[in-house]
């Protein structure tokens, strides 16, 4: 399978910049999408083929990256988006990172 | 508006199975695709597998086979999940969510499962 590491946790300040990363064990092409999940809630989906805005999500998150290296933008970061942070790859199964939990201080 | 309802918490014993379903609305259920999924509380979501509703077509991940099995009924747009041979280690959160390109744009609540005697 292919495994998706992210860093365990990161701690900004409303109003910075905020970059989540996450690294494939192979190259996943762009089948990488990204999913925000607040306490006691189902995850939602924020980014598709590693990119592409999901409908009615704040344009103030971004997704970029391909083969084995993604990021997910959060510019700028504002109190609502502690929640922690998946990334999945639809290359082969479907795999996800073990999450980043993004605090807002 | 998408909609997917499941059912509520289950405590059952060890050896024993559980049905969970997933009620979907607002959109056009007999030609979409929907995943499983387990999360243990303060751990990562695994994929457990996904049906495809036009014709019952199943694929599974797996670490799941021999105990989820994936079902659906049109007629009333719902999913559902058997879970066999429970043990401890199947207490968790299971959800569904519409699969529309191997990735899940809506999901539902989530059901917990606990297992205990």
């Known amino acids: 399978d292919t495994v998706l590491t992210q860093s365990p946790a990161l701690a900004v300040s409303p109003g910075e910049r905020v970059t989540i990363s996450c690294r494939a064990s192979?190259?996943?092409?762009?089948?990488m999408h990204w999913y925000q999940q607040k306490p006691g809630q189902q995850p939602t989906l924020l980014i598709y083929?590693?990119?592409n805005l999901e409908s009615g999500v704040p344009a103030r998150f971004s997704g970029s990256g391909s083969g084995t290296d993604f990021t997910l933008t959060i510019d700028p970061v504002e109190a609502d988006d502690t929640a922690t942070y998946y990334c999945?790859?639809?290359?082969?199964?479907?795999?996800f990172g073990s999450g980043t939990k993004l605090e807002i201080k | 508006q998408v909609k997917l309802q499941q059912s509520g918490a289950e405590l059952v014993k060890p050896g024993a199975s559980v049905k969970l379903s997933c009620k979907t609305s607002?959109?056009?259920?007999?030609?979409?695709?929907m995943s499983w999924f387990k999360q243990i509380p303060g751990q990562s979501i695994e994929w457990i597998g996904m049906?495809?509703?036009?014709?019952?077509?199943?694929g599974y991940n797996q670490k799941f086979k021999g105990k989820a099995t994936l079902t659906v009924d049109t007629s009333s747009s719902t999913a559902y999940m058997d879970l066999s041979s429970l043990t401890t280690e199947d207490s968790a959160v299971y959800f569904c969510?519409?699969?529309?390109?191997?990735?899940?744009?809506?999901w539902g609540p989530g059901t917990m499962v606990t297992v205990s005697s």
């Open positions: 969510a519409r699969t529309p390109n191997w990735y899940f744009d809506f």
């Open positions: 607002g959109y056009t259920f007999s030609t979409s695709y």
């Open positions: 049906i495809y509703a036009g014709d019952g077509g199943t």
């Open positions: 192979e190259s996943v092409s762009t089948l």
């Open positions: 083929l590693a990119s």
């Open positions: 999945q790859q639809s290359w082969n199964e479907l795999t």
